[in-house]
């Protein structure tokens, strides 16, 4: 490679982007990750005409608390995009502040993004036009459970069959992999925000208190917990909303094992997920899945005892990946670096 066209290649600022439901981590090529920032837009109307007001990290802050005239959005629902121009915007805003506030002076960066796998050709289309219009010259696709694999460092490119789990904020993934394929992939739409949601709704449903969703990820990320705790109870925690018999601000306080319980429904969901996975494995991968066991990714991983309630429930062995925010972004920057992944990227 000379000289030129190394630097042509330095300049270039290729990217892969992790575009998740509830963050979206962006990889630049020889620098590794240098963005991870909530998938949320703020967009103010001011005289009929919308502009952007804020993304990422200042639009989520906006969340839950804005005027008429500005909308927190998050263009993407369930793993999908789900308002295209909107999600152009924040794709365009991320590549602009990967920059540092400049476009390539060179070219075009070649992007590679992540989709689920059982998405449509109808949003793969969606967020193929989202980056070429956001400024990218190429764009490839990967599957989301191939990147977390790769970000895992699994045995993708082997005659092995491994097992990962990623769960997301919207949908959580599901497959079997083996020589650089899927050889069984199932998606479900539950990950973050349904147990966000079901926070929510157990907390209106018992203590007749509306609480946001901003306070519902704050609970699940700091007191969730997958299985009841020991005596039922564990930790209790003060949450603040609005009472809906009065209609004024109050304070409750709840429990672990309440929250346990109202996380109860979204576990069994994912838990089954993978039970059908699990019996649509050809044998032979079955058997390596018994000594590989399952890894899982995605921010959902974190959730504390969810890996022991999968243990329990399969009894197999599970593993949490190293990082499993940033598993598909890394596994999606390395296919982009990697003559041996190149093979999983898709131009269709």
Not at 28 to 43: D, F, K, Q
Not at 259 to 274: N, R
Not at 326 to 346: K, N, W, Y
Request: hydrophobic share 45%.
């Amino acid at each position: 490679m000379s000289i030129f066209s190394r630097l042509f290649k330095f300049s270039s600022q290729d990217m892969a982007i992790d575009l998740g439901t509830a963050n979206t981590v962006v990889y630049v090529r020889g620098r590794g990750i240098v963005l991870n920032e909530p998938s949320v837009v703020a967009v103010e109307t001011l005289n009929g005409v919308k502009r952007v007001k804020a993304v990422g990290e200042d639009a989520k802050l906006m969340m839950g608390k804005t005027p008429d005239s500005i909308e927190a959005i998050r263009p993407l629902r369930d793993g999908v995009i789900a308002d295209i121009d909107v999600a152009e915007q924040m794709i365009k805003h991320f590549i602009t502040k990967v920059h540092g506030g400049k476009h390539s002076p060179w070219r075009a960066p070649e992007i590679v993004i992540c989709v689920p796998s059982g998405s449509t050709s109808v949003e793969r289309r969606a967020i193929r036009d989202a980056a070429s219009n956001a400024g990218a010259s190429q764009v490839f696709l990967i599957e989301e459970p191939m990147a977390a694999a790769i970000g895992a460092d699994m045995p993708v490119t082997e005659p092995i069959g491994s097992m990962v789990v990623d769960i997301g904020g919207g949908a959580t993934e599901v497959a079997v992999l083996s020589l650089r394929g899927l050889a069984y992939t199932t998606s479900v739409r539950v990950g973050g925000d349904k147990m966000d949601e079901a926070i929510v709704s157990f907390v209106r449903r018992h203590h007749n208190l509306l609480i946001g969703e901003a306070t519902a990820e704050r609970i699940k990320k700091q007191f969730g917990v997958a299985q009841p705790p020991e005596d039922g109870v564990g930790e209790t925690i003060h949450i603040k909303g609005r009472d809906l018999v009065n209609g004024v601000p109050k304070e409750i306080s709840i429990n672990q094992g309440q929250i346990a319980d109202a996380l109860a429904e979204p576990i069994s969901t994912i838990v089954e997920g993978v039970r059908i996975a699990l019996e649509n494995t050809a044998p032979e991968l079955a058997a390596d899945i018994v000594d590989q066991g399952i890894v899982l990714t995605g921010g959902g991983a974190l959730l504390k005892g969810l890996d022991d309630e999968l243990r329990d429930e399969t009894g197999l062995p599970v593993t949490i990946a190293e990082d499993p925010l940033t598993c598909v972004a890394i596994g999606t920057g390395r296919a982009m670096e990697d003559p041996i992944f190149r093979g999983v990227l898709q131009t269709a």
